[in-house]
């Protein structure tokens, strides 16, 4: 009895701690050992994210969050979402939540969204089981989730403008290269020296 019982104790410990491949067939940690990484696409995604919130009368009428998708997948041994599609163009992930709005479109009742002034090339509207989802920060359930690319551009610095006629707009600023992860405090501290 106690023979079959240690059996199958064991059996489960070597199938839970085996390890698995992931879509591109690279041999993945097991999920003990995920407790104990550091998950390099999050972390880079995280570095990469911000928020954007439009508002009137002290009420927020819409909230967008995008990350920057260049720079998260440039280094991934595995491009197999993007299929090396990186190089022409400037993807981001973008979610956005509208208030007493059911579709949550970005690009309708006077929303925009530009990069450094130009329009999106394409949009893409995510399904809520897209894998992607899953590796970006800050996704809730009531927002509206999208893949955004626009045109190359040559600059290191530019602006993500999310905008609308009546609620004014907010600007989010990115960069090409590394960036630490509270670059906006550390440019106000440098602004007091």
């Keep these: ?13 070597v199938i839970g701690c085996s390890h698995k491949k992931d879509e591109c067939g690279i041999q993945d940690k097991s999920d003990f050992e995920q407790l104990f990484t550091k998950d390099e696409v999050y972390h880079k995604a995280l570095n990469n994210t911000q928020k954007a919130q439009l508002m009137a009368s002290f009420e927020t009428k819409a909230l967008l969050t995008a990350t920057y998708l ?28 509208i208030t007493n709005s059911k579709t949550n479109k970005f690009n309708t009742k006077g929303y925009s969204l530009t990069l450094n002034g130009f329009k999106p090339i394409e949009v893409k509207k995510l399904d809520k089981n897209d894998p992607l989802r899953y590796e970006m920060p800050m996704v809730d359930n009531w927002s509206t989730y999208y893949k955004v690319k626009f045109k190359k551009t040559n600059k290191n610095k530019f602006h993500l403008i999310f905008e609308n006629d009546r609620f004014g707009r907010d600007i989010l600023n990115y ?17 007091q020296n």
């Design 175 to 191: 960069s090409k290269g590394e960036k630490p992860l509270f670059e906006s405090l550390i440019d106000s501290n440098k602004g």
């Design 1 to 13: 009895m106690y023979k079959k019982v240690l059996l199958l104790a064991s059996a489960l410990v």
């Design 70 to 97: 260049n720079p998260v997948f440039k280094n991934r041994p595995c491009k197999k979402r993007f299929k090396n599609e990186l190089e022409n163009g400037e993807y981001f992930f973008v979610g956005v939540y």
